[in-house]
């Protein structure tokens, strides 16, 4: 599945999707519409009542909406080589529930606004029905993930050190499926790394606008670490060294999950979203726990 690779066209409205190994010449691909009233092939037999089936994501039941035209579910399953289709999350029956982001409600109304046109329902899920959680759809439990470069390093030294006759491999940063890879820059000749240091962020103000982004729970990972996004074949490594080093309480982890804190939601609807933007390049500046 990880051979699956989806983008969004803004300017055409519809959601591609390629699959096969990069530059493969047996690539395949697809067009959808992101909108939910489109009147096209495979949009029209898509979102019907008889269409809506319960599924388990993450241990929790939801409910979704399948696409039922036979160009959609052939695409996926002769691809996969398992009867299925494509299924997609109406907002407005949201059921699962993450921890508290301490969002406030003004910043959801602000955010109403700039939501993508065609993207999703402009509705916002209900309230949650237990205090204290928000709602979410089929993403992760946080929306942006966090990894250090500097922890990748001290990753694969450990990989190496323990590799049996050259056995093990070293990984890159991006099998952590990180969405702000951070790398720390040593001012001076003798200046080390400091990995695992984002075990202690509390916060991040990232840019020339110091954009604040608050520290939240660390990632938890799974097998799906072994795994070549690029080709699809599976190792044992990284997680077999993080399961060693990075063993907490019978749960393994690496990197930091963040969100956007809520301080940047004042002004969300003013002229300056450019204020709001992060790059490839920005200087970091993490605040710590116990500083």
Same mark, same amino acid.
């Given at each position: ?5 989806p983008?969004?066209?803004?300017? !055409? ?38 269409? !809506? ?5 993450c241990?929790?039941?939801? #409910?979704?909406?399948?696409y039922?035209?036979?160009?959609v ?5 002769d691809?996969?080589?398992v009867?299925?289709t ?8 949201a ?23 065609g ?13 204290g ?21 001290r ?7 323990n ?6 491999k070293t990984v ?6 990180g ?14 790394e ?17 954009l ?32 060693k080093?990075?063993?907490f309480?019978? !749960? ?17 609807? #003013? ?10 390049g ?10």
């Open positions: 599945m990880c051979l699956i690779r983008s969004i066209d803004i300017d !055409k409205g519809v959601l591609r999707i390629t699959c096969g190994a990069i530059a493969a010449s047996d690539q395949v691909s697809l067009e959808i519409s992101l909108g939910w009233e489109d009147t096209s092939v495979i949009s029209t037999s898509f979102c019907a009542s008889s269409a !809506k089936k319960s599924a388990k994501v241990g929790d039941t939801v #409910s979704l909406h399948a039922t035209s036979p160009v579910s052939a695409f996926f399953s691809f996969l080589g009867p299925c494509l299924a997609r999350f109406p907002s407005q029956t059921n699962r529930y993450s921890r508290p982001t301490r969002v406030p409600s003004t910043w959801q109304n602000r955010f109403r606004k700039l939501i993508m046109p993207s999703f329902p402009l509705d916002l899920p209900p309230p949650p029905r237990e205090q959680l928000t709602s979410i759809t089929l993403s992760n439990e946080s929306p942006i993930l966090v990894v250090s470069r500097s922890s990748v390093n990753l694969n030294e450990t990989i190496k050190a590799a049996k006759h050259g056995g093990s890159a940063a991006d099998v952590f499926r969405n702000i890879v951070v790398a720390e820059r040593l001012a001076h000749r003798g200046d080390i400091q990995p695992y240091a984002e075990d202690r962020w509390s916060s991040l103000r990232i840019g020339p606008n110091q604040r982004f608050d520290a939240l729970d660390a990632c938890q990972r799974c097998q799906m670490v072994c795994i070549d996004q690029f080709t699809g074949v599976r190792r044992d490594e990284p997680f077999s060294t993080l399961s080093i990075r063993n309480n019978g !749960k393994v982890s690496f990197g930091r999950y963040s969100t956007l804190s809520p301080e940047e939601g004042e002004g969300f609807d #003013s002229e300056t979203p450019d204020r709001r933007t992060i790059m490839v920005d200087v970091v500046m993490p605040a710590y726990q116990d500083y």
